[in-house]
């Protein structure tokens, strides 16, 4: 059984170290008053809960109950250590900053004269920033703000960089880094926010999609990178080679997604699967050496038309355990395609 309000008030008054006298000071009150509440013949007034609280060092949900909340003690004491934590992480991060940043500062003015690869400092450590103190104050729309703020300032070393080795580089970098956070981010976002709602249903469809443009992008501007700073020729391989394969990669991963939509049993499901995996990797190769004949010798040791399985040396080893492992995967599709069938007109009898 609980303490009762005047046995709870005695306990804590004298854990303070307080006569009645001395609580009825605080509280502008006389001492009889103090010795009523602790007989339990009458109770404080609503107004007096607040600053008895204070004084007792206790909550006015403790005093009103006449217990201690232990739980709600322990969650603010953990409260407290996680503001104090947090502030001697950031404290910390700022000291090591500038710890960093002075020196920088004095070594580069003192060697060259001039504030140069102090930047590159400068850059890092705002990129470093991004990581360890902003997102604490970042309230809102973190799960934008904060990537985006690092994509930034990445952006700012990687520039900065550029300009000190007196680079052009800058651009495929950039677009690399972006590529990579469209891939990991772009569904992400489809899901989670409501803008996206009317394309929701189809992102793995839009997520691919944005992938296959960004994808593109990138392996563009390499192309031209290359052909102005090396080739100084008119090279096609961007059009010959980058874009059918990645096109193929698009185009099978969407066949493959679409599969998931059939109205049909996972039997029949695994069977498609398997049979675009082996036109894929290799029908798919075969198609793009007609295509571009300089990739001949790299296909041709995977060319399962190639194979001798009758014949096993270093001319056919390859091949034939490319066929075996193609008619293996046939097999497999032809099986489950069968089971997939006798299921599919069992469930129409039934």
Request: charged content about 20%.
């Amino acid at each position: 059984m609980g303490n009762s309000f005047g046995i709870f008030l005695r306990q804590k008054r004298q854990e303070k170290n307080l006569t009645q006298k001395e609580l009825s000071k605080f509280l502008f009150l006389s001492e009889s008053a103090i010795s009523k509440w602790e007989k339990d013949v009458a109770r404080p007034d609503i107004a007096m809960v607040s600053r008895l609280a204070e004084i007792l060092e206790v909550t006015e949900h403790e005093l009103i109950t006449a217990s201690i909340d232990n739980k709600a003690r322990e969650e603010k004491n953990q409260a407290k250590k996680w503001r104090v934590f947090s502030l001697s992480w950031s404290l910390f991060f700022y000291i090591a900053y500038g710890v960093a940043l002075v020196p920088c500062f004095i070594c580069n003015l003192a060697i060259d004269k001039t504030l140069s690869w102090f930047w590159i400092v400068v850059s890092a450590l705002i990129l470093a920033f991004t990581f360890t103190n902003l997102p604490k104050h970042i309230k809102k729309y973190k799960l934008i703000l904060i990537p985006l703020s690092q994509y930034l300032a990445l952006c700012l070393l990687l520039g900065v960089c550029c300009i000190y080795t007196k680079g052009d580089w800058f651009i495929i970098p950039v677009l690399s880094v972006l590529l990579g956070l469209v891939i990991i981010l772009a569904p992400i976002y489809i899901a989670k926010y409501e803008v996206f709602s009317r394309v929701r249903k189809y992102n793995d469809f839009v997520s691919l999609g944005i992938d296959f443009i960004m994808l593109n992008i990138l392996l563009a501007v390499i192309h031209i990178y290359t052909v102005i700073n090396y080739y100084k020729t008119n090279s096609w391989w961007y059009v010959k080679i980058a874009l059918p394969i990645v096109f193929n990669i698009y185009l099978v991963l969407n066949i493959l997604l679409s599969v998931r939509f059939l109205k049909i049993n996972r039997f029949l499901k695994t069977s498609i699967i398997l049979v675009l995996i082996n036109v894929f990797v290799y029908l798919s190769p075969l198609f793009l050496r007609a295509k571009n004949p300089t990739l001949q010798g790299e296909i041709d040791d995977a060319n399962i038309f190639m194979a001798k399985l009758s014949r096993w040396n270093e001319t056919t080893i390859e091949s034939n355990i490319h066929l075996i492992v193609f008619l293996t995967l046939l097999a497999v599709s032809v099986a489950f395609f069968i089971v997939g069938l006798i299921r599919h007109y069992m469930r129409k009898k039934i």
